[in-house]
């Protein structure tokens, strides 16, 4: 600092101090020269740095030392001006700490003073720029995989053995850091490292080779082979199993990051049907990674099942034919061992058809049912794949009362609807409580263009769209009037999109309570990673068209209204055996759909009365 006396305006002259700034390379030259030259000199060095004039504003004047700082005569870089300089170089650190650092830079000083004083700054500007470096330069460092807290690792070893072979007639000890590089909570961390010393052994450039140690240690610390057990690494089922999930892998890799996998191969799910669409769900389930499928069925593998149900061969059929649920069970573990896959051969009870009070037919129904509700019970998506309309009646209320998911795909010749049920409210929630946080306007303030922002539990079931109860479907009809008849491929595209509506509403946050996208929303942002998650898909293979209807959960519903699964919850099996023994009009008595018809037929007469006299 300077002073500029005479003006009392002026202020005092400023100086902005230097930067050091030492390359890698100096450091790694400094070694060599230490070990290779220097050893145990502690005498002064001569130096040389530069400086530069342009660097960025706001950035401290730099002194830089290379590699070539040791070379005197090394060319200075372009727009650079050198600076001379000395290094004073210790051989341990307690002598560095233990330097008289006033004196060496008074001594700097007094150099300088001198160059000014006898002119010699004038031939030689340099001079007025000279520096000063002290260091402590015999740390080796290691990279050390050691997890140990006083123990170096392995790869220090022969390291060691090197620096006594090379300058223990220098050295007595060195100074040892072990690096250590983690990653902890997603942070570098190197506090691990540590950092000690080493006396070397006198071993100078002597020409034998040291005692070798190093067998590895077998399971039971002694020296013997390890024996590795490569059986299960080799084992097909294990070899399946790392890559049948390499596709869902990529999907979420490369395409679809935020893909929770979990939730879908954790699922649980109960296939009701394992014909034509129940075969064709169990294989897309399959494709998601799901590890959990459970069959019902009751029928038998006949000769016109296999070319149109994928899980069949013609031997199935041969003897009468093998129970469908059994083999589509054992068929899918033969496709990938890897799956939980069971069947129960059992019958569904079902509307209209009575069950005997007398006769074993009646504890027959009894141990369906209660198989069913334990079997709904323990899965986590309940799919209805069956050929009749009154066999989803029954699992349609377990499932409802147990707040299952199910997943509800039915066919026509070229149609077919694929859809989600409500889910219902928990049952500790209030009547007026609403599940999760969507408010939802009444139904009967609900128009259709008002159809929008329907929570889950306020949707409808498959049953929903009904106004009469369902009944034996079959009664009265040939054989060829009780069998589907549909396109070839409409199973498929139903059965597919059965799957994938599940795996939406499994990566929607609110899941079966999800809000219902309708066709409306197609060019709106969707819900989850993979689209959208309807209500229903309802599909013209006539048009190669689909539409997204959403609808109402009906209070007056035979399956899934609060009056049914009161009942249901009250009475248990003696409601149920009340359904199955008795015609429609029971369901239509119960949940008002008998009101319903006499008031709508009374305001049709009306209304004809009242045009004829106008």
Known sequence: MAAVMGDPG???????????????????????????????????????????????????????????????????????????????????????????????????????????????????????NKFLLLTFAITVGVYDPCNLAQYPGWPLRNFLVLAAHRWSSSFQSVEVLCFRDRTLQGMRDVTHS????????????????????????????????????????????????????????????????????????????????????????????MGWGVRHITFVDNAKISYSNPVRQPLYEFEDCLVGGKPKALAAADRLQKIFPGVNA???????????????FSSVTLEQARRDVERLEQLVEGHDVVFLLM????????????????????????????????????????????????????????????????FANIPGYKLGCYFCNDVVAPGDSTRDRTL??????????????????????????????????AIASSSDDRMNEPPTSLGLVPHQIRGFLSRFDNVLPVSLAFDKCTACSSKVLDQYEREGFNFLVKVFNSSHSFLEDLTGLTLLHQETQAAEIWDMSDDETV
């Open 194 to 285: 540590i950092i000690f010393e080493v006396k070397l052994p006198e071993m100078a450039f002597s020409p034998d080779c040291p005692k070798a140690v190093g067998w590895e240690k077998n399971q039971k610390g002694g020296m013997g082979p390890r024996m590795v057990n490569l059986s299960e690494c080799m084992d097909p089922k294990r070899l399946a199993e790392s890559s049948v999930d390499l596709n869902l892998k990529l999907m979420c890799w490369r395409l679809v990051p935020t893909l929770d996998l979990d939730k879908v191969v954790s699922v649980k799910c109960l296939l009701l049907g394992a014909g034509t669409l129940g075969c064709n769900v169990a294989r897309t389930l």
């Open 480 to 513: 060829d009037q009780q069998c589907t008849v549909s396109r070839p491929g409409l199973a498929m595209i139903a059965g597919a999109l059965a799957v994938e509506l599940m795996v939406s509403v499994l990566q929607h946050p609110e899941g079966g309570y």
């Open 10 to 128: 002026l202020s005092k002259l400023q100086f902005a101090p230097f930067s050091s700034a030492l390359d890698v390379g100096f450091w790694h030259e400094l070694t060599q020269k230490k070990l290779n030259e220097y050893r145990l000199d502690e005498a002064p060095k001569d130096i040389k740095g530069y400086y530069y004039n342009g660097d960025s504003a706001g950035l401290p004047a730099r002194l830089t030392l290379e590699f070539s700082a040791f070379d005197m005569n090394a060319p200075t870089p372009a727009h650079c001006c050198p600076a001379v300089g000395t290094l004073y170089n210790t051989n341990t650190l307690e002598a560095f700490k233990a330097a008289d650092k006033k004196l060496l830079l008074e001594q700097a000083a007094n150099e300088i003073w001198e160059s000014i004083r006898s002119g010699a700054a004038l031939d030689n500007p340099v001079l007025l």
């Open 387 to 450: 050929d009749t309309r009154e066999s989803r009646w029954l699992p349609a209320v377990i499932a409802a009362s147990k707040r299952k998911l199910v997943i509800n795909a039915a066919l026509g010749f070229d149609t077919f609807v694929v859809m989600r049920h409500g889910l219902k409210k928990p049952k500790q929630q209030g009547a007026g409580d609403l599940c999760p946080s969507h408010p939802v306007a009444p139904a009967d303030l609900l128009g259709p263009s008002l």
């Open 342 to 356: 069971r069947g129960f051969n059992m019958s569904i009870p079902m509307p209209g058809h009575p069950v005997n």
